[in-house]
RNA sequence: CGGGGUGUAGCGCAGUUGGUAGCGCGCUGCGUUCGGGACGCAGAAGCCGCGAGUUCGAGUCUCGCCACUCCGACCA
């Protein structure tokens, strides 16, 4: 393709609106053009790295026996009612009436319509397993859209449902798709890792996501240096303190005057405790599916641990979006909740969540529901207890394995895929059944697997490029190959790099040919930002049948015959497409 | 949703005490250049985010709204 024909424009500059190297490449380059906040179009070349990931996704996919199929992106508000996520999905999901005021919405996921197709079609265990997918426009409403394609309100997301008899069947196809989603990753030359995850909106029993390694990534994920634990923060169990010995006697409580420690620094260094010795508060309000006030909750860790909201929604049985941070006062009023100095002894009229790790815990320090007060010697049994006692704490740096003891490691990564065992959540709301040998009308077993295929793309980016610009593996570049001619109107270059187009073309090599009216110092800047991967300048050395061959990701620059850079760029395409 | 910032030519930005809008890049034409974002000359291009208000006069002052963006809340 000669690029003075071609629709690419490069930008000099940083726009403004982009942060992370993803967005600003993306946007220099050309590839992406946004229209509104959140929501980008596709030029040619982003168009064409995006259809790279996606048919690496689709070769995938059907190597597994999926098949693939394409879902409407509108759908009626009755199936999510039917399956309760109308409410549960929360405001993200993007709302919409038509003319005669039904309800609607873009859909952000499928499971519902996937489930439809399915109780309407399957009715016998012999029409079973089957897995079924699609590649198609998702929306979500996100509160904050940000960084480009990393989180965008409207994205290209490949989406499978498997459909099982037993949950020993959903173990096979969550396993097959586990391992389709490795090669995947792999292929679009992405450093990742997969690791347990928390189920979210999606609901389930267990999950995984694959994580794309990256600073910039908004997933936080905790690794184990020694065992192979490896989840989501929000998901990691974390190993409770060791319980106090039962040597140690329970002290009576005792009321302490403690004015101004509001934080549990400071009332440790007034009492001259540690942290480890104190009991911290957090106080939450739940809402009802109307929006209404619908109880109190008190959350109580121990003062150096921190709140994991996702194990306490969890723990809860609720959306996230179904609670938020209590005014102190209002709640004060109803549960003798007092702001700084709430404490689990005298708590009244609100649901108690306790860390699984306080019952073992003697003689700690805690609020005394009154202003400028706290008590000490606090005992789990004696002095308080839990409507729940559960793991609501988050996995810290440095904490002990759950596994293994070993202190864990953090990193940063993007999800660029997620892989869900849904068991029968979506197959009992909505009724979709099949019958066994036996006659027996039995739930089908489900489970869904997601990748956000334009998030790849900019975690390809975030992980492929240096100050000039991007550096495309083979696998997902726009073009393999670009020919930069330096004089377009030298008959002698323009022969040669036309030969050199025409020969790796019929080999199947895509080559994009720079006979634009411009200066050598823009060309070798333009390739550079653009990221072919092999770049050969046809120029000075024309006359001889030579050429310069270098590829991107490399320093050296070769000078080889026309023939001999037509065989490289050739074999390298071959080996890494 | 809370807090901050910004809206002026396609992009990046300047615009003083209020007096009718400028710079760089890009774009068009001509010429000179031509292996790492050249240079000269001549041009085109702006509802100054939108709406009210103050004023003889508003890019500039006041109020309201909208959009974009960052931090947080939230979210896969």
Redo the contacts with the bound molecule.
Sequence with gaps: MKMSKMHIR??????????IPSHILLL?TGMIR?L???VYGFMPLGWRSLRKIENIVREEMDATGAQEILMSAVQPAELWQESGRWFA????LWRLKDRNGRDFCLG??HEEIFTDIIRNDVSSYRQLPMNLYQIQTKY?D??????GLM?SREFIMKDAYSFDRDYEGLDVSYKTMYDAYDRIFTRCGLTFRPVE??T???GGSNSH?FTAISEVG???IAYCPKCSMAA?V?RADCRDAEPTPDSVEMLPVEEVHTPDTKTIEDLAAFLGVKTEETIKALLFVKYDEMGNEDGYVAAFVRGDRELN??KL?NALGI???AI??ADEVAMGAKTGAVGGFTGPVGLHDCTVVVDSELPGLKNLVAGACRKDYHLKNVNYGRDYKGDIVKDIKVLKEGDPCPVCGEPVKHARGI?VG?VFKLGTKYSESMGATYKDENQEEKPIVMGCY?IGVTRTLAAVVEQHHDK?GIIWPVAVAPYHVIITL??P?DEVQLALAEKIHDELSAKGVEVMLDDRD?????K??????LGIPV?I??????PEGK??Y?LRRDAE?VEMTAEEAVKAAAALVEAER
């Design positions: 490069t930008l000099r500059e940083v726009p403004n609106e982009a942060e220099r946004k509104v906040s959140g999905y929360g405001p993200e952000p996921t979500r996100e509160a904050r859209p940000r960084f989180r995850a928390d979210g909106a999606i996501e908004e997933s936080e989501n929000e909201m996702i929604v959306p996230e979006h938020a941070f999800e997620q997601g000039d330096m004089k109107d411009e200066r050598p110092g823009v070798f800047k333009d390739a550079d930002l770049r300048t046809v120029g000075r050395m024309a050429v310069e270098k620059k």
